[in-house]
């Protein structure tokens, strides 16, 4: 490849010059051909590109896999053998395929020989003529995988940056969830660029609803506490971030319950900081749960395994919960758990009370409306039914307002023994404010 004229004497006897005539011919090039082309011309990439030859075997690589891709898209029936393609798609990889049915990844192992180099080559020229990007980013994931198993860790971290790379080109919406976190577990013990690293972080962000309680639990390398509590609190800022004010109340929901599981279980780590934990309490906005009693478990959790916290760091830790959205049952529970700080329980007094006047209010609003429509359309058969739904509604309510007083006094109760230790205790403590009526 390195012949010319000067060395060969006459311009008929030019190597290269006969390499560039036999170039004008790729179209007749079988499959094969171009693949033993490339495995050689990758050895010599400057001379290859120099001349152009390189960019040439590539196009027409890759031509001929849209033009399979549109001929006979990933499940025909028809064998490549019998299109009109068969002179340039005759190879192993087809012959291999069952029953000789062509599929959208009969290439990939051919082409996983190639370097790192002529992939990122190939996948940009893929994705300049459309190709299908479901199918690219499965070849990235298949590349990754099979270079794996001989490589050295110089030659691991280059193919990791180059598909992160190229992965990072792609519409997110065709790329596996899954096969990122399989990506990420290789990345965490390898020494790649963080520019690389940002973007699988990034990438696993804006999919995080899709995500895992056990893609989540990844070993804290390096550190004292068991899982790397950073890296998930970076998934959740690109999650927020790239969704931006699009993100659809659903995916936030999914995302906020897969967090209360992950905050459970890190819970008991009794090396994880509390500014950790609370931060994970508090980096999803308030609409993304509707109830509160899952994080109310795992703070529970966290007291009671680190017990030699200080009032302010509870407080902390405490006061992104949102008691309104905890249930009557959870709210009994905190009026007696020692652990939280009493401003806890007084919260919690407060806002079953708050619930209770909601209800009664709606109690007395449904009582109002279903006597007021029984005398105006006493003989209709339809209100009738109506106003037995709402009687049996008034019913459950008056029931759930018997369950709430019953709760309301057994926590006045506590509090007012806790009230009474402190008064003994402190002797400038304030009295507790009447709450309930």
């Known amino acids: 490849m390195e012949m010319n004229i000067s060395v060969s004497g006459t311009g008929s006897c030019n190597l290269l010059q006969k390499t560039k005539d036999s170039i004008d011919e790729l179209s007749f090039w079988a499959w094969s051909d171009l693949l033993v082309a490339l495995k050689h011309y990758q050895n010599s990439p400057?001379?290859?590109?120099s001349s152009g030859i390189l960019e040439k075997c590539l196009d027409s690589l890759v031509g001929r896999l849209?033009?399979?891709?549109?001929?006979?898209?990933?499940?025909?029936?028809?064998?490549?053998?019998?299109?009109?393609?068969?002179?340039?798609?005759?190879?192993?990889?087809t012959q291999s395929s069952n029953k000789g049915l062509f599929r959208a990844n009969w290439?990939?192992?051919?082409?996983?020989?190639?370097?790192?180099?002529?992939?990122?080559?190939?996948?940009?020229?893929?994705?300049?003529?459309?190709?299908?990007?479901?199918?690219?980013?499965?070849?990235?994931?298949?590349?990754?995988k099979s270079k794996f198993y001989t490589a050295s860790s110089d030659e691991k971290r280059e193919v990791l940056e180059i598909v992160i790379d190229m992965l990072y080109t792609l519409d997110p919406s065709s790329i596996s969830c899954k096969s990122l976190f399989g990506v990420l577990r290789p990345v965490l013990r390898s020494n790649i660029s963080k520019s690389c690293r940002n973007k699988l972080e990034s990438m696993i962000g804006s999919q995080l609803d899709q995500a895992t309680i056990d893609n989540l639990l990844i070993p804290s390398y390096g550190r004292s506490y068991l899982y790397d509590v950073?890296?998930?609190?970076?998934?959740?800022?690109?999650?927020?971030?790239?969704?931006?004010?699009?993100?659809?109340?659903?995916?936030?929901?999914?995302?906020?319950?897969?967090?209360?599981?992950?905050?459970?279980?890190?819970?008991?780590?009794?090396?994880l900081k509390s500014s950790k934990f609370s931060a994970l309490v508090m980096v999803l906005p308030d609409s993304a749960r509707d109830s509160w009693d899952e994080l109310y478990h795992a703070m529970d959790i966290y007291l009671e395994v680190h017990t030699g916290l200080s009032e302010e760091e509870k407080m902390k830790i405490c006061g992104g919960l949102n008691y309104k959205k905890l249930s009557s049952e959870a709210c009994m529970h905190l009026s007696q758990n020692t652990k939280f700080p009493s401003t806890s329980a007084v919260q919690a007094l407060i806002s079953q009370q708050w619930k209770l006047k909601n209800l009664l209010e709606g109690m007395h609003n449904a009582k109002h409306y279903t006597d007021f429509t029984a005398k105006e359309d006493r003989g209709r058969e339809q209100v009738v039914v109506y106003n037995e739904k709402l009687r049996a509604q008034l019913q459950g309510m008056q029931w759930r307002v018997m369950e709430l007083e019953k709760v309301c006094k057994k926590m006045q109760n506590q509090m007012a023994k806790i009230m009474k230790a402190k008064v003994l205790t402190h002797s400038d403590a304030r009295p507790l404010p009447r709450l309930c009526s």
């Open 46 to 49: 400057r001379t290859a590109t």
């Open 66 to 93: 849209a033009m399979a891709s549109e001929v006979t898209p990933c499940a025909s029936t028809s064998s490549p053998d019998s299109s009109g393609l068969r002179i340039s798609f005759n190879t192993r990889s």
């Open 107 to 144: 290439w990939f192992e051919d082409l996983s020989a190639l370097s790192p180099k002529l992939i990122e080559m190939l996948v940009k020229s893929m994705v300049s003529r459309g190709y299908n990007h479901v199918i690219v980013s499965g070849f990235l994931f298949y590349y990754q």
């Open 230 to 271: 950073n890296l998930v609190l970076r998934f959740l800022k690109a999650f927020l971030r790239e969704g931006g004010s699009e993100l659809s109340p659903i995916r936030m929901k999914k995302v906020a319950s897969l967090i209360d599981l992950y905050i459970t279980e890190v819970a008991p780590d009794r090396c």
